[in-house]
């Protein structure tokens, strides 16, 4: 796939921009988004990644177009279970819900940011090492064992790390606006919010270590690599505020990206057999009998992964929640309607006979 300079450039440029927008159409006046606008911008963003997408299929050939858009489903995946955490976040700092978009446009602007990072030096790695995916795959393999069996029961905010911010700097217990730091009585004190900004970034640069080696299972160029995670990322915001009450009814999420994580682990494992140039395995040659799984089957995988996770989440939460709230036969309903219609003809017979008793 051949990427010119300046098609680099454009593609920052524009990506620049649209978070600037976002900024100051959306985010610099703090309030808390619609339903129906956050609705509108995050299907815009989906239909605008999708187009892009298609764009790479006519223009680069449709491997690359497969290639970006597994990528980006599993870049998107990635990013909601990010989104759960940013809620724990949140909620143990109590940010007030119109401040959250806020809390939310600077960690997303981070997140870009860090994987740019890590993109940019894992196709420096890639293209100089070969063995550099046998790493790869083994970290995706004990990632996909923690995300399946580690879950999200601490909370970033009561950490270590924090606990160590906390020591060191000054802190307000209370928050002031938006405001990032608050100067009381000569001294500069930072608030809750950028206590907020500082966990969500330590999170960002967390989720980067599974995000850069999970697309580069799927792709090598770091064109298609970026932006899937510019697509990705983008609309986020508006996600949160939309799905926010579905995230907590999403329990397999963790484990559907398990599966994905190990089903890319193993991928990266086979195709570094294939490429092989370790000395001590099969004497540095590569092991051409070892399958390649084409980029179609990834993408088919990964896709149905996430849809039978989602439903497998839906369909339990459900049950659970009829479970714990079970409807009352309409029988029951009825003659519990009888019963309150006498009850209310008694108050209204006792109330008679008081009257008269008084006059």
């Known amino acids: 796939m051949q990427v010119t300079p300046l098609i680099w450039l454009i593609t920052i440029g524009v990506t620049i921009l649209f978070f600037v927008y976002e900024f100051f159409a959306h985010v610099r006046k703090p309030h808390e988004p619609g339903i129906a606008e956050s609705a509108r911008w995050s299907a815009f963003y989906i239909i605008l990644a999708v187009l892009f997408g298609v764009g ?5 050939g449709w491997t690359f177009g497969g290639e970006y858009f597994a990528g980006y489903l599993t870049e998107k995946a990635l990013s909601i279970d990010n989104l759960f955490v940013f809620l724990i976040v949140m909620t143990g700092f109590a940010v007030p819900k119109m401040y959250q978009q806020k809390v939310l446009m600077i960690g997303i602007i981070i997140a870009l940011i860090l994987r740019g990072a890590f993109i940019a030096i894992g196709a420096g790695l890639i293209e ?26 601490s909370n970033p905010a009561n950490g270590k ?17 938006d405001r990032l730091t608050v100067k009381k009585g000569g001294t500069r004190f930072i608030t809750p919010m950028l206590l907020t900004i500082i966990a969500i970034g330590f999170v960002d640069l967390i989720f980067a270590v599974d995000s850069i080696p999970a697309i580069y299972g799927l792709t090598s160029e ?23 009450g579905l995230l907590e009814r999403l329990i397999y999420l963790a484990q559907g990206l398990a599966v994905i994580l190990a089903f890319i682990g193993v991928k ?37 992964t996430i849809a039978v996770a989602t439903l497998a989440s ?11 709230n079970p409807r009352l036969p309409d029988g029951a309903a009825a003659v519990d309607g009888v019963a309150v219609g006498e009850a209310l003809e008694s ?12 006059s």
């Open 222 to 244: 770091a064109y298609i690599v970026f932006t899937a995670n510019a697509f990705a990322l983008m609309g986020l915001r508006q996600l949160f505020f939309l799905i926010g």
């Open 56 to 60: 790479i299929g006519v223009v680069s």
């Open 347 to 358: 108050a209204e017979h006792d109330g008679d006979q008081t009257s008269s008793g008084r």
């Open 161 to 177: 790390f924090m606990g160590l911010v906390r020591r060191v700097l000054p802190v307000t217990n209370e928050y002031h606006g």
């Open 128 to 153: 100089n090492f070969s063995w550099i995916f046998y790493i790869f795959g083994a970290l995706l393999l004990v990632l996909a064992y923690r995300q399946a069996f580690g879950g999200h029961d």
């Open 314 to 324: 839906l369909l339990k939460t459900r049950r659970t929640a009829e479970r714990d």
């Open 268 to 304: 990266l494992v086979f195709h570094a057999l294939h490429v092989n140039e370790l000395p001590f395995i099969n004497g540095g040659e590569p092991l051409l009998w070892v399958p390649e799984i084409p980029i179609g089957f990834s993408l088919l995988f990964i896709g149905s």
